[in-house]
């Protein structure tokens, strides 16, 4: 029996991850930063340094939509590109000052999101959603079905 669009929890999923994107869109947009954007900074302010391939899995993006997010960011100089003082072959990415102070304005406005999502549950709630979660993504990754 066909399952109807209500009874997919992939649509509701779905549905959700498309209003918190919409959210933090709306909050990261005054800062002049996309989400992928305010999520590089965000990773990069985190681990200055770190590789465009570590990046775009932390970011989960794929590495060439990382390279686009980069090209942009050092085009409105919100980073700096260098060389590895020791590996020439590795270029080393890190916020500018133009690019911390968009990325505390962005989030700043982003936790508020978080915060406001937060307070619509009990801490028991929160915990017993993360954990739902959690069982959600090692389902989907562990089936063997699902990977080919």
Known sequence: MRMSFDQRLGSHL??????????????VKPAGLTVPQYAALFVLDEQ???SAA?????????????TTILRNLE???????TPHPLHKHVIETRPTPAGR????????????VERRLAAAFTKDELETLKELLARVSETLTSDPILKT
């Open 101 to 112: 102070k968009a990325l505390d304005h962005a989030d700043e406005r982003a936790a508020g």
């Open 54 to 66: 570590e990046l775009a899995r932390r970011c989960l993006v794929t590495p060439q939509t990382m």
């Open 48 to 50: 200055p340094g770190i």
């Open 14 to 27: 779905k549905r959700v991850e498309q209003e918190l994107q919409a959210a933090k869109s709306a909050a």
């Open 75 to 81: 085009a409105a100089a919100l980073i700096e590109r």
